[in-house]
């Protein structure tokens, strides 16, 4: 039996007002809480988390009760670097290397540090491996769902005051609209994809700078240490002496090895940020060019006198090994030179043959 006009109208409001309803229930879901207890905005507050490390964590984390976004990083700050404390004390006891260890952690601990107080302005809710799980349940209370957004600023109060337009009436004859469509599961899935190598690469790239800060400490200031070493034990006292397996000719070598390390710290530190191919392949060209001019240097120079070692034999095979393992790590960076060179040409090519598709 056909429908009235009244009917058909009466249904299209009724359709109306349920989509309305459940775009306003998803937006509230999504739309994070911009009210915290400090008066603080949130991507703020969450710097201010990691600015003093776990002080400061511990203090925004007792201050603040209204926004879950910020007690997760106040919590994430409180646990890392606070194990972080905890760890370097107890690393510290040990005798000769402790105080290496130490700086080790804490170089790490530097790296991280800076991520993540950028990370917390830009309004991410980045999360450390196991550390930030903890967080997690630590910020959430109990019953409740963890938060999952992204903070983002809040709307001008222009746009909420502002009077929205009378709506027409639609004509009585016309279907309910559609529903909107959401995002392909296709799209979905390939951001989803970006954001996880993203974040992969971020990740991998604050790991290199953290190994060549430790590369710097070590070459520069605990070469020595990097020696055989012979125990003496004498009235029931034993004494530890190392002969260095560096020669004094490392002095050459170094200068071209800080040039490197450091090149490649700052290389890594635009990757993390740079999303452009042909930049990004343009930094990596001239790390792994430095990279290949270090270890060709240090065969040429060969700083190395492994005739500390009283077994000969082991003394010739220690020698041969490296310099295998030397020439093996030349020739990698010699093909990733090649591979990177010829991949750089070809976005060159295709950026000015016109925009991909």
Partial sequence: MALSPEERKKIY????????AEKRLTQEKRTPVY?????????VEGLLCYLGLWVTGLIFFILEQKNNWARFHAAQSLVF??????????????????????AIIWTIGFIFWIVLM???????????PVVGEIAERMATPAGQAPETYRYTPPPPASAAVGTPPAAKAPPVAEAPPPRPEEPSLARRRAESYRRERREARIAGSVV???WFIVLLIFFNYFNEYAAYYTAQTVNGVTTWTRQSF????ISRWLPILNVTLWVAIIGHLLLMFVEYNIIRRSIRIVMDGLGLATVVTLLAVYPFDFNVIPDNNAAAVTGLVVTVVLILIAVGFAISL????IKLLIDVVRTL????D
Avoid: C, H
């Fill in 118 to 128: 950028v990370k917390a302005y830009q309004g991410e809710r980045y999360m450390l």
């Fill in 81 to 102: 670097f606070g194990a972080l404390t905890v760890f370097s004390v107890l690393i510290g006891w040990i005798p000769f290397v402790g105080g290496i260890f130490v």
């Fill in 208 to 210: 290199a700078i953290a």
């Fill in 246 to 249: 560096f020669t004094d000719d």
């Fill in 338 to 341: 090649i591979v990177r060179f």
């Fill in 13 to 20: 409001e009724e359709e109306k007002a349920r989509i309305e």
């Fill in 35 to 43: 009210d915290t207890s400090t008066g603080l905005v949130p991507n």
């Fill in 353 to 356: 043959a016109g925009p991909q």
